[in-house]
């Protein structure tokens, strides 16, 4: 069974065919009758240790609209909370018969070892500071219905990298298809090796703005000053946040985007944020045509057509 | 089980490469070397053929885990013993982390006792360095030092004394019993929720990184202090090539500084956590492949004294878990010796003779062991290990002694068996079984 | 990397020669035949459905599409009325798809005019079993309420295993089970012919034996 667990795990060809078939299942999404019999008889189970109604929500009802039987097992009131290990977790969905697991969960990795666990394709919905590939897929899925293609885009992700999922399946799939991206943060939240990344860097986001056809803003936790990250919110905002002038400062037809939740005042403003060239909305109502489509490929047919070989 | 310590019979051991030297005879009778040289015979000794077979004095680990008292789940200290025979040991510090802590005489007396019972291996156990591992209140050092295990080996290991102050004055204070201070360099604040060592892998992998000069500050800041206060440093698991080069530095400035390596830090490098499995998650971090060239170059040279395991058994279920929710630690007593062939004698670094000194001759002097690490000679106590360099074994975590089966080494062929341990002239380990 | 960008429309289609297949085959129509085929379908059309009213084609991809697209041009110059036209992929509705890995969508493309009402003509190269017929009736009726569904075909080659029966057939080709049909459209292929050769066999084709 094959799984998808990082956005790397996905070939030029693969991702474009993930795109595709969104683009296709969006285009016939406004019909009388918005199921598809795909997944008829399939159990997809949302293993949630992490509180996201939002991506929850998205995967249950991409499930439910390819017809799978969705089973919603988060940590909150179930035997998780009562210290079972995700091992066993794990052989309980095996034993129910799961065909897919979408996997949420605070630490790096655990999607890695559930695929090792259960026979069903695992399909990583975040894990810790990892990777979170749907999300890329949504976010590129958006960039290209906006400007028409993704190749050759200049793409600038701004804020907390080093603590993000969405950065590093970002770049990996950006990348993957071509797009130029530059990750723009204070240096303290930029990993160490990132000049190893298939990317460049600034710690310039003004220097950075005027070259950008999308800018991506990344939630930034005022929690990490604690940590001496940043002095303040209020600087960080200063030199990192996208505010009305320096989004007047965006070239014409450059888009911002944003993988949610928002913090508004902290890294984006709200009139930027519900400006037309937002696409944070669009960004959700995408999420569920992808996520259709990930889950067709991986559990349409007899084998995925997509992700990475598990073992 | 209980074991009689002398032995009641003689063995005579023939062909034995003592050291990697000619082949000889070896005699050993009421636990000491009798006699050493060629075409030697004895009527009443038990023969034993060790053609081909490399003599080393028993190997001494300066670092190792036996869990016991607190988590026998996982190791006891009996098992520990069994299971540093069967990696050719005759004498293992136990760690003082266990739970209660080994800061009292009362408790080291305890696991030096079980040691002894267990007839296996001498334990020799190492005093905690502050009351809890708290790392604020010194334990009574001078207590554990008097007591019937004498003590002489003090450490916080898996916590670091990183109070500089606390730690000058416990480097002042063992010189009072010419003790010594096993430092765990780890500066708390630079590796809070660290997961492995900081780099290309770590970044990708989004697991919070170990930076190497978390390690090495601590290191270059003991190596100062142990220099002002005149007293005696022991560098636990050294593991990066940063390390390496202060230790030199240190050495060639007259500090009295010792180090140890582990052998999984000898050829195991930060790739492998890309699968995830916490089999690979131990502290110190797997570092990179040019450290683990520092490291064998160390050892190789000087600059790292000796090769301990840091032994660390885990139940099943503490690696059975999420990278970041997973025990760090890996078992080591009975693969320590082939590793170290794999990577050290096999490339040429280190010869035979290096090997008993880097693993019993050295570790004994900065334990002050005064019955182990003794050179293969007449009169000395019979502390032998048999190994066959020439063999070749996978490694089965089922078939080993530890009660633990968290070994990195799960299905590798290795080089080397132990064959025979003789702790003071009575076999431990024969033919590759346990006694 | 398993899903195929071009998916085959009907069972039992084999890859024609043109995509690689280099095995002995011949020709059983030529482009004009298979105008001339067209031309009479389009009659029978207007025939049956009053001058083509409220007709609506459906191809079915991949080689349905460009049929219906001419069948609509054929019927619009006879008539001088608009014929709307579309595609209606079936991948998620077909019965085989646990026997390949998943493949990738085909176009659905439904005409402004919708489908509810309209005397719905499904399009297609060659009928077979029916299985693709079964499965276009599937995803049309998701789409909406036509008030009757009629079936258009270039080639019907036989060896049908549902009760599904065409309203125009371009040409009846007896065929064995050996054997494969391709039909190459200019369009996609750069001519135009119905192709016979020997079967090779594909995922999913065992009940087809």
Known sequence: ?311 | MHKTLEAESAYLIRGARIAGGDPGDILIRDGVIADIGTGLTADDAEPVDAEGLIALPGLVDLHTHLREPGREDAETVASGARAAAMGGYTAVHAMANTDPVADTAGVVEQVWRLGRESGHCDVQPVGAVTRGLDGRHLAELGAMADSVARVRVFSDDGMCVSDALLMRRALEYVKAFDGVVAQHAQEPRLTEGAQMNEGVVSDRLGLTGWPAVAEEAIIARDCLLTEHVGSRLHVCHVSTKGSVQILRWAKGRGCDVTAEVTPHHLLLTDELAETYDPIYKVNPPLRTAEDVHALREGLADGTIDCVATDHAPHPIEAKEAEWANAAMGMVGLETALSVVQHTMVDTGMLDWAGVADRMSIAPARIGRLTGHGRPIAVGEPANVTLYDAGAKRDIDPAAMASKSRNTPYQGMRVPGRVVATFLRGAPTVLKGKIQ | MCAKKVSDSDEGVGAPPGRGDLRPTRAVLEGSEIDRALTRIAHEVLERTKGGEDVTLLGIPTRGVPLARRLAERIERVEDRHIPWGSLDITMYRDDLRMAPARALGRTEIPAEGIDGRVVILVDDVLFSGRSVRAALDALNDLGRPRAVQLAILVDRGHRRLPIRADYVGKNLPTSLRENVAVLLDELDGRDAVLIGPARPRPGEEDHR
């Open chain 1, 1 to 311: 069974m094959r799984h998808l667990l990082s956005a790397g795990d996905l070939t030029r060809d693969e991702a474009v065919l993930v795109l595709d078939t969104a683009a296709e299942l969006a285009r016939i999404s406004g019909r009388s009758v918005k199921k598809f019999p795909t997944l008829r008889g399939r159990t997809v189970v949302n293993l949630f240790y992490e509180d996201s109604t939002r991506t929850r929500t998205s995967f249950e009802l991409a499930a439910k609209r390819m017809s799978a039987d969705v089973i919603n097992f988060s940590a909150k009131g179930s035997s998780v909370s009562k210290g079972e290990s995700l091992k066993d977790t794990a052989l309980t969905l095996q034993a129910m018969g799961a065909d897919g697991v979408v996997i949420r969960h605070g630490s790096a990795g655990s999607a890695h070892r559930l695929a090792g666990w259960v026979d069903g394709a695992v399909l990583n919905a975040g894990d810790g500071t990892h990777e979170h590939p749907t999300q890329a897929l949504l976010d590129v899925y958006t960039m290209r219905e906006r400007m028409g293609r993704v190749d050759g885009l200049r793409v600038a992700i701004v804020g907390d990298i080093l603590h993000s999922r969405v950065a590093r399946s970002n770049v990996l799939l950006l990348h993957t298809l071509g797009a130029e991206v530059t990750l723009v943060a204070p240096p303290t939240l930029m990993p160490v090796s990132v000049p190893t990344w298939p990317c460049a860097v600034s710690y310039d986001l003004d220097e950075v703005l005027p070259k950008s056809d999308v800018v991506m803003m990344l939630r930034v936790q005022a929690e990490r000053m604690k940590d001496a990250f940043f002095p303040t919110a209020r600087e960080y905002s200063r030199r990192y946040g996208l505010d009305r002038d320096r989004f007047a400062r965006l070239q014409d037809g450059a888009i911002v985007m944003h993988p949610g939740p928002m913090v508004r005042g902290m890294e984006i403003s709200a009139e930027v944020a519900d400006s037309a060239r937002s696409t944070v909305n669009e960004q959700v109502t995408n999420g569920v045509s992808v996520r259709m489509a990930v889950l067709y490929l991986l559990l349409g047919g007899s084998g995925s057509a997509i992700g990475n070989q598990g073992d």
